[in-house]
């Protein structure tokens, strides 16, 4: 992944850190927000099917994987919340994957 994600994750984390501290209370509300992101992403994928009647068609593919990003970032930046290290984790993680799946 570019450098500049890495550095997005950590300036984000920065800036969170700097305007509502570090306790846990404030990691809880950074692992909650997850959840809040892939509402929207269910959201949008609703909005894609036009599920509800009384809106129609009101999002595209692009809106749907626009707030996955958003989910994935999130996650990156609790994870670098934790102190941990997001792309060693990611590493890891798409190793298991691979192994998972034989394609690595």
Same mark, same amino acid.
């Given at each position: 992944?570019? %450098?500049?994600? +890495?550095?997005? /994750?950590?300036?984000? @984390?920065?800036?969170? =850190?700097?305007?509502? $501290?570090? $306790? =846990? ?19 949008? +994928?609703?909005? &894609?099917?036009?599920?509800?009647? @009384?809106? $129609? /068609?009101? !999002?595209?593919?692009? =809106? ?5 990003? =958003? ?6 930046? &609790?994870? %670098? ?5 997001? @792309?060693?984790?990611? !590493? ?7 192994? @998972?799946?034989?394609?690595?």
């Amino acid at each position: 992944m570019d %450098e500049s994600i +890495w550095n997005s /994750v950590q300036a984000s @984390r920065g800036w969170l =850190d700097a305007a509502n $501290g570090t $306790g =846990d209370a404030e990691l809880t509300c950074r692992i909650l927000k997850l959840t809040e992101e892939a509402g929207e992403v269910a959201g949008a +994928w609703i909005g &894609a099917l036009g599920q509800n009647p @009384r809106k $129609g /068609v009101t !999002h595209s593919r692009e =809106d749907v994987a626009a707030e996955l990003a =958003d989910v994935a970032f999130t996650a990156l930046v &609790a994870i %670098e919340s934790l102190g941990l290290d997001p @792309r060693a984790l990611l !590493h890891a993680c798409a190793a298991k994957v691979r192994a @998972r799946t034989g394609t690595g």
